[in-house]
């Protein structure tokens, strides 16, 4: 497995200096790191520190968030796919990651779950030949997202199907899933819609060994099936950074 660290979290308290958090990640043996906005980051630095490390970056958020669910939103959403595809080509990132946004209470979700795909298959023509994926994330609602519209894996990879496009794949959060109560099955036969990977331990969301998921499982079941995409180290560590890090072995 090739991990990518999440430097929102992942080296945060051993390094306020956020593109020194690449050169630890570097240090640490990760193999790309990632983050959420571009727009709130010295986009310069995070580029010299990439260069010196020679780390790749794995994802980037597509800003601004705006809900899918919700077609009055589609055009500032697609504003910012231009705007986030420019930085991801500057950086080299190769996927940028798009939430479906909260459920509107007015809407039916039939009407909603037409929306996002109507609107990602907007987005992919814009992404066409960029060699930038777009990313849909499934959250859970019973923790970090209440609200939020997208919490089953098997309505996110339905949307890819029918947006049928290179350009638009699915995000799985191992985490997020958990929560949820899926198990990892539900990706069977269909594991070549995730471009990207999530991972943190349940409940907690702290490094794997911190919670009671089987989270070694299901990285199990990934590999053997021919994952060949980053896992992205997403969560909240509860001891320090490396020392969190021994899980991989």
């Known amino acids: 497995m090739r991990y990518s660290a999440c430097i929102e979290w992942l080296f945060a308290a051993e390094s306020p200096d956020f593109a020194g958090r690449i050169h630890a990640a570097k240090a640490a043996g990760l193999d790309a790191v990632e983050f959420w906005r571009f727009s709130n980051k010295d986009i310069d630095a995070v580029e010299r520190a990439l260069r010196e490390t020679g780390l790749p970056i794995s994802s980037i958020l597509c800003e601004p968030i705006a809900p899918l669910t919700d077609s009055t939103a589609h055009e500032r959403f697609l504003d910012g796919v231009k705007v986030s595809l420019a930085a991801a080509k500057r950086l080299g990132a190769p996927v940028m990651i798009a939430q479906a946004g909260d459920e509107q209470a007015s809407i039916s979700r039939a009407q909603q779950h037409a929306s996002i795909v109507k609107v990602l298959k907007d987005a992919a023509r814009l992404l066409e030949g960029s060699g930038v994926i777009l990313a849909l994330e499934p959250l859970n609602d019973r923790v970090d997202h209440p609200g939020y519209y997208l919490t089953s894996t098997e309505e996110g990879l339905d949307i890819i199907d029918e947006v049928g496009r290179p350009e638009v794949r699915l995000l799985y959060d191992i985490y997020h899933a958990a929560v949820m109560g899926e198990t990892i099955e539900v990706l069977d036969g269909r594991l070549d819609r995730v471009v990207h990977v999530h991972l943190a331990d349940a409940p ?14 299901r990285l199990d079941w990934l590999e053997q099936r021919g994952y060949a995409g980053f896992v992205g180290l997403e969560y909240k560590p509860t001891i320090g950074t490396v020392e969190g890090l021994l899980f991989r072995g």
């Open 204 to 217: 907690g969301r702290g490094e794997p060994g911190s919670g009671a998921m089987d989270w070694s499982d």
